[in-house]
């Protein structure tokens, strides 16, 4: 809630412009990055491919257990029961070869769009002025070439294949559990709030505190950088203990940045579990009075659970 004061009016104006400024920022990043992705359209491509390809084939196994209680255990049917076991084995084998493909060609495509990059970094820092070296610490620069790159390479191997992923698995499941049983998807939702909150208030604080991280480690680099650059300067004019005392100090509150980032994951994923678990509860508490009804079939609701653990682990993974 913002409290009204003398100029509010100029003060949300500067807020938009800042919002705007930080999306054009954003926007030019990613252009950026598909710019680096354009030479390697067809790996990408195939890529994305194998990606589809093993989502569908990791959400088969439950409806496929389904099939084989309803339909092959509970009805004696061993054609049935011998059929979905000789699917499940299809699915296994898909799922290992996509796996591998996107793997591969995710990981192929990431390392060279990251070569890529630092010659372009490298290219870059040799056209700018010597004022600008004057102004900047020769390790934060480092920083930026290692670090920062080193950050960018698990968004681009690991991130955006989690990402793609993790939200076609939530969509997925979302539409099976709808599709088995309504009563049961609505009931998992009533933990839904709880989520979401706990989701929004993580990604805040996460953002800050990894954003502290990533500069503290930066002041790490350059510290090392130009003390050991240095190190017959330091050695002649004894200030050893000084740049002792100096490095203690950075790596405390690089230290300090990470012990917040342990805190934050400490508060959060433990509690997606126990809300995980909270909505196995209702699922098999709800959904075992409507199986004893005769309402619900066992295999559905065996398949319900199996389900769950692939609608709580992508929100975990985003």
Sequence with gaps: MR???????????????????????????????AMLAAPYRRQTA???????????????????????IDDGIRQE?????TIVVALFVVAGVLNLATSAGQTYFTGWTGERILADLRNKLFRHLQRLSLGYYERNRAGVI?????????????????????????????????VILFLLDW????ATL??????FVATAFFRIYSARAYRAVRERLGLVTATLAEDIGGIRVIQAFRRERTNDRNFREVNAHYRAANQQTVILNGLYFPFVDFLSALATAIVIGYGGHLAVG??????????????????????QQL
């Design 46 to 68: 195939l890529a994305l491919f194998f990606l589809f390809t093993a989502t569908a084939t990791a959400l088969a196994p439950p409806y496929l257990a389904k099939i084989a």
């Design 3 to 33: 409290v009204w004061q003398p100029g509010g009016h100029l003060t949300r104006q500067r807020d938009a412009h800042v919002d705007d400024w930080s999306w054009q920022r954003t926007a030019r990043r990613i252009k950026t990055l």
């Design 142 to 174: 480092i920083s930026r070439l290692t670090n920062d790159v080193e950050a960018l390479d698990q968004l681009v191997t690991d991130g955006v294949t989690t990402l793609v992923q993790s939200t076609l698995f939530l969509l997925g499941t979302s």
């Design 190 to 195: 009533t933990v839904m709030p709880l989520m």
């Design 183 to 186: 009563r049961l998807a609505l």
């Design 77 to 81: 049917d061993l054609r049935v029961l």
């Design 294 to 315: 005769g309402s619900l079939s066992v295999g559905t609701l065996l398949a319900f659970v199996l389900y769950l653990s692939n609608f709580f682990d992508p929100v």
